[in-house]
C-alpha cells in the first residue's frame, strides 16, 4: 500500500513568487495536514483539511493557504514567497476518525 | 499551548547499547506519537501511545499520561538507528494539532 506522497520534491523559487507543494494522502484516509520544518523553528503546525473543508489552521500568516479536493488529495499554496519560507515541508495524512498521523517524505521548499 | 520537552537533545552511543528517551509534556492529551526522522527528512512513525505500553522489536515505549510524560526504549542500538527522534503531542482541544518536541539526535558509533 502506498504511503503519503509529495511533489515536488525539490523547489527553487525567487523571491515574490508563488509556490504550489502536492500532497496525496493514504488510500482511504481523508484528513490532510500541512507542517512545516524551518531551520532552527522545528516542526509547525500549518494546516488540517479534512473532507474538503479547512478545520484547524496554525500560527501562518494568509499567504500560507490551500485546499483539499473531492478526492482528498491537497495543495498548499506559499504566496508573495520570503527568503524565511525555506523550509522542508511535510503532509500527513489519518483517518477522520483516527488521530495517527502518517507523514509523508516532505517537499524542500529554496527561496533565493 | 502545550509545551514537550524532549531530553536528552543529544546522545551519542556504542553500537550494542540501550538508551531511553524521555518526553515531558505540560498538558493532557489526546495523541502521543514517537517518529524518526530520517536523514531524507521523511518522519517515520515509531508509536501511537497517547497511554500504556507497546513494544516493537529492539523497541518499546511507555506513556504515563497522568504523569505527563513518555518514554522511548532503545535495545541493542545499531548504526542505523541514528537520526533525531521526535515525541508529538496533540492536546485536548486542539483540533489535531500536532506540537513537536525540539528532538533527540541520537547517533550510534560502529
Known amino acids: 500500500e502506498a504511503g503519503v506522497t509529495q511533489s515536488p520534491t525539490h523547489l527553487i523559487k525567487t523571491r515574490g513568487q508563488q509556490a504550489t507543494l502536492r500532497c496525496s494522502p493514504i488510500?482511504?484516509?481523508?484528513?490532510v495536514y500541512w507542517y512545516q520544518q524551518a531551520l532552527g523553528l522545528g516542526l509547525q503546525f500549518l494546516l488540517w483539511?479534512?473532507?474538503?473543508?479547512?478545520?484547524n489552521r496554525g500560527n501562518f500568516p494568509p499567504r500560507f493557504s490551500g485546499r483539499q479536493f473531492p478526492n482528498y488529495s491537497s495543495e498548499l499554496n506559499v504566496n508573495a514567497l520570503e527568503l524565511e519560507d525555506s523550509a522542508l515541508y511535510l503532509c500527513?495524512?489519518?483517518?477522520?476518525?483516527?488521530?495517527?498521523?502518517?507523514f509523508g517524505q516532505g517537499t524542500r521548499l529554496t527561496v533565493v | 499551548g502545550i509545551q514537550v520537552e524532549q531530553s536528552p537533545p543529544d546522545l551519542i552511543l556504542q553500537e550494542g547499547a540501550n538508551s531511553t528517551l524521555r518526553c515531558n509534556f505540560s498538558?493532557?492529551?489526546?495523541?502521543l506519537q514517537w517518529f524518526h526522522q530520517n536523514p531524507w527528512g521523511q518522519l517515520i512513525n515509531l508509536f501511537y501511545?497517547?497511554?500504556g505500553t507497546k513494544q516493537n522489536g529492539r523497541l518499546s515505549a511507555t506513556t504515563v499520561a497522568t504523569e505527563r510524560y513518555s518514554l522511548l526504549y532503545i535495545s541493542s542500538s545499531q548504526t542505523t538507528d541514528s537520526g533525531v527522534y521526535f515525541c508529538?503531542?496533540?492536546?485536548?482541544?486542539?483540533?489535531?494539532?500536532?506540537?513537536f518536541g525540539s528532538g533527540t539526535q541520537l547517533t550510534v558509533l560502529p
Open positions: 483539511y479534512d473532507e474538503g473543508e479547512e478545520r
Open positions: 488510500s482511504g484516509h481523508t484528513s
Open positions: 508529538a503531542v496533540e492536546s485536548s482541544g486542539s483540533a489535531r494539532q500536532l506540537t
Open positions: 500527513a495524512s489519518s483517518l477522520t476518525r483516527d488521530t495517527e498521523a502518517f
Open positions: 498538558d493532557s492529551v489526546n495523541n
Open positions: 501511545i497517547p497511554s
